[in-house]
């Protein structure tokens, strides 16, 4: 079945490093990609998707591109904020019932 | 536009008890969707509806749970004769039925079962 594998957790970094998060998927057909993000005491929002290959996804600095080589869409962001310490989930769809299937989460940590 | 909402919020029961939850979906989304997730892991997927209809159900989903949206509106989650396994949160999303369409998540209802 489908399936998404993402990067193991946690990551900490300070205040206006890099973020990459790794995300791969494992999908029949041609699936919609998405990251969600869950802040502390919070539900999961949608924080940006990209629905065809080569699609860019993009949200509050953050960036996605899908690329249907690699089964890849990596989660990035140039300058990262206390404010985005969260969970990151990378999730799937695909036609039909399209229920999502998500990846277990990355927690990632903004020290100041 | 009032989002989606779920309750309770928490849940704490006996093992053996029954459990009923509730969602509300944002009003005039005909698709409905339930996902448990367990700490330290990402959704699953239990069963969807669209309008009243249940058209897909997990094999996570026991004969002890249950699921209904009997108008098209809000839906209940039963689980009948709970079991420490149980515990989790589970997720209520909705959306409208279309190619490439946002879910939108409620805030969880998180269940213990001693």
């Known amino acids: 079945g489908d399936s998404v594998t993402q990067m193991e957790g946690p990551v900490t970094l300070s205040e206006e490093a890099f973020l990459t998060i790794n995300c791969t998927y494992t999908a029949t057909g041609y699936p919609s990609l998405f990251w969600y993000v869950q802040y502390p005491g919070e539900g999961l929002q949608l924080l940006l998707k990209a629905t065809k290959a080569d699609d860019k996804g993009s949200n509050k600095g953050f960036e996605a591109t899908y690329r249907k080589e690699t089964t890849s869409f990596h989660l990035e962001k140039g300058s990262v904020q206390v404010s985005d310490s969260a969970v990151y989930f990378c999730?799937?769809?695909?036609?039909?019932?399209?229920?999502?299937?998500f990846g277990k989460g990355t927690k990632l940590t903004v020290n100041p | 536009d009032t989002g989606v909402s779920q309750n309770p919020r928490h849940k704490i029961t006996k093992r053996g008890q029954n459990v009923t939850f509730r969602c509300d979906p944002i009003?005039?989304?005909?698709?409905l969707y339930w996902y448990r997730q367990t700490l330290g892991q990402g959704p699953e997927f239990l069963t969807y509806?669209?309008?009243?209809?249940?058209?897909?159900k997990s094999r996570l989903l026991s004969d002890r749970f249950s699921a209904e949206r009997p108008k098209g509106s809000f839906s209940t989650l039963e689980i009948q004769r709970t079991e420490q396994g149980d515990s989790a949160m589970y997720l209520c999303?909705?959306?409208?039925?279309?190619?490439?369409?946002?879910?939108?998540f409620g805030p969880g209802t998180r269940l213990l079962v001693l």
């Open positions: 509806f669209q309008n009243e209809a249940q058209l897909e």
């Open positions: 009003s005039e989304h005909n698709r």
């Open positions: 999303a909705s959306t409208l039925m279309g190619a490439q369409e946002t879910q939108y």
């Open positions: 999730a799937l769809s695909q036609g039909g019932s399209e229920k999502l299937v």
